[in-house]
């Protein structure tokens, strides 16, 4: 959930207040929610009716309602924050271990995060760690990494101190990256535009495919779709089937209104049919064919294992073996598959 909280700076120190997320905040009950609009102060939710029940969603809005004492409603400013900022870091190394026992060749890891002080034991360890800082992370992003996973604090404009001033300084040229975003907004389609469309059109380098929200990510949620991506590389290299991973979590009951929220926000820029390198045998050619059975199959096709070497073809495309005479695998290729 987020959270909203009121900053009052004074020359010795902060004065800060969290206030609670209520969708039945009243002159009773205080607490904080999105209204409909300046005009329609109830709290803006939708109601979506699923089989068995029916769930609530508030939906975040321009206009924000708060009960409470004097000093909650006339602060300085308001921020709206995401509560738990130091599980972001856990839960990259949540996906950092995960990739590094089942993606064994995805071996280089650099790591630069805004605070270290909350890391879990052991993982200050190795190589790679740094502070996340605008000059460390255009360095790291000019080296041309294959995949960058963000978190933090992100609206349309950028997120981690990726915004279009960094993006500007890239030159990583055809080097392009593949960048997973866990943050608010980063993938905002309606506006023009927001960074992920932003890195993956920028002329110099950036971005080859960006996979972020078009609205806003939910706390302890989020992270789960990002796994979900990385966790789906086991199976397929196909980027939009990367991206599809996050319907794997519609049936999840744990925060379910969120997880069904992630599933229809969550958007991939980039060419959908593009293939994802996970290892260097990747790179070999994308489909083999059977040439005694005359079966056509992705290179990451179970069957391929069990094929004899002798009997493998190599093609660049589906074409390439259709045309000569191949029939489609009905497990990996359904699609061009005639029995
Ligand atoms: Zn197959």
Redo the contacts with the bound molecule.
């Keep these: 959930m987020r959270r909203l909280e009121w900053t009052l700076p004074t020359l010795l120190e902060k004065l800060r207040e969290v206030l609670h997320f209520s969708l039945t905040a009243d002159r009773n009950n205080p607490g904080w929610y999105y209204a409909k609009a300046a005009n329609d102060l109830r709290p803006n939710s939708v109601v979506i009716d699923l089989i068995f029940f029916r769930i609530k969603i508030p939906i975040p809005t321009e206009w924000v309602v708060v009960y409470g004492p004097n000093a909650d409603i006339s602060p300085l400013r308001y921020d709206v924050d995401k509560e738990e900022t130091d599980s972001s870091i856990t839960q990259q190394e949540e996906l950092r271990a995960w990739v590094r026992s089942n993606l064994g060749r995805i071996n280089q890891v650099q790591r630069l995060y805004s605070d270290v002080t909350d890391m879990p034991a052991g993982s200050l360890s190795g190589a790679g760690l740094k502070t996340l800082t605008s000059e460390n992370l255009e360095d790291e992003l000019n080296g041309g990494p294959h995949f960058v996973s963000l978190t933090g604090h992100g609206y349309s404009g950028g997120v981690a101190h990726l915004n279009e001033g960094l993006m500007n300084n890239l030159t990583n040229g055809h080097k392009t990256f593949i960048a997973v975003a866990d943050s608010c907004l980063t993938n905002q389609f309606d506006v023009n535009d927001a960074i992920g469309e932003k890195l993956v059109k920028y002329p110099n380098g950036g971005a080859v495919a960006y996979v972020g929200n078009s609205r806003y990510s939910w706390i302890g949620i989020g992270d789960d779709f990002r796994l979900a991506f990385f966790k789906a590389m086991k199976y397929t290299r196909n980027l939009a089937m990367l991206n599809d991973s996050r319907c794997y979590l519609a049936g999840d009951t744990n925060g379910r209104p969120y997880k069904i929220w992630t599933i229809f926000e969550q958007t991939l820029m980039g060419d959908p049919e593009m293939n994802v390198y996970r290892t260097d045998l990747d790179a070999y050619p994308k489909y083999i064919g059977n040439h005694k059975t005359k ?1 056509l ?2 290179s990451t ?4 294992k069990r094929m004899a070497t002798w009997n493998m073809r190599y093609y660049d495309s589906i074409e390439e073996g259709i045309n000569l005479g191949y029939d489609g ?1 009905a ?3 359904k699609a061009y598959d005639h029995g």
């Design positions: 079966e199959h992705r096709c179970q069957w391929v695998c497990f990996c290729l």
